[in-house]
């Protein structure tokens, strides 16, 4: 089947718009992860949804972020009021999400820059 | 909480040598697993490797093993006759083996290929 996939591939926005990025995990995984990685840096975790469970927020660096994930499938990050700093890589990454190696299978991101 | 630490920000091997990226981890559960994971320029991560806690024997794949020290709590990968596609970020992972359980990602090694 389909790997996991990201849309859009790259995005230019203006300082104080808001932005919407999507992310089709593979079909069946109940887990999927939203990261951030800024040029030539590491992942900094952002959003964890599994299953039906609540999701682990705990790395949303403000309250313009926010995600959702519709029908335990696609799931849309949304930065309100972008600003120059949120330019970076959105990673977005899927997992069968049991307890075992589930490993997780990354999408191919989506470049945000905001001028 | 568990850690991941890649002491090497940066590594560089000569073609067809071999090289070792070093990762190390704090937890107190017995049971885990630990991936290596691979970002080229293309930024599509890539599974590299993993590794059961549970399992002695170290695991390999093609060029790529591991060298798991369970006890010292170290899990470094050893890449043999390097090619110059294997130039990429590197990242070390952490997952627990309960239910639920996100991952912990390294800060990554960048490794360049010299021909």
């Known amino acids: 089947g389909a790997g996991v996939s990201q849309s859009p591939s790259n995005k230019v926005t203006e300082k104080g718009k808001d932005v919407e990025l999507r992310c089709d995990p593979i079909?069946?995984?109940?887990?999927l992860y939203w990261y951030r990685q800024s040029l030539g840096q590491g992942l900094e975790f952002l959003i964890y949804f599994q299953g039906n469970s609540a999701p682990d927020k705990s790395g949303l660096p403000s309250d313009r972020f926010s995600a959702e994930r519709t029908g335990g499938s696609v799931s849309t990050l949304t930065i309100q009021r972008t600003q120059q700093e949120d330019s970076a890589v959105y990673l977005c990454?899927?997992?069968?999400?049991?307890?075992?190696?589930?490993?997780?299978?990354f999408g191919p991101g989506t470049r945000l820059t905001v001028l | 909480a568990q850690t991941v630490t890649q002491s090497q920000p940066e590594m560089s091997v000569q073609e067809a040598e071999t090289v070792t990226l070093s990762c190390t981890y704090d937890?107190?559960?017995?049971?885990?697993?630990l991936f290596w994971y691979k970002q080229p320029p293309s930024r599509q991560m890539i599974l590299v490797i993993r590794q059961e806690a549970y399992k002695q024997q170290n695991a390999t794949e093609n060029r790529f093993s591991v060298n798991f020290q369970k006890a010292a709590k170290s899990f470094s990968l050893k890449i043999s006759d390097s090619q110059l596609g294997d130039a990429a970020m590197y990242f070390c992972?952490?997952?627990?083996?309960?239910?639920?359980?996100?991952?912990?990602f390294g800060p990554g090694t960048r490794l360049s290929v010299l021909p």
């Open positions: 990454a899927s997992s069968r999400g049991s307890g075992g190696a589930g490993e997780q299978f």
């Open positions: 079909s069946g995984h109940t887990a």
């Open positions: 992972a952490y997952k627990g083996d309960n239910y639920g359980q996100n991952f912990v």
């Open positions: 937890t107190s559960e017995s049971d885990y697993y």
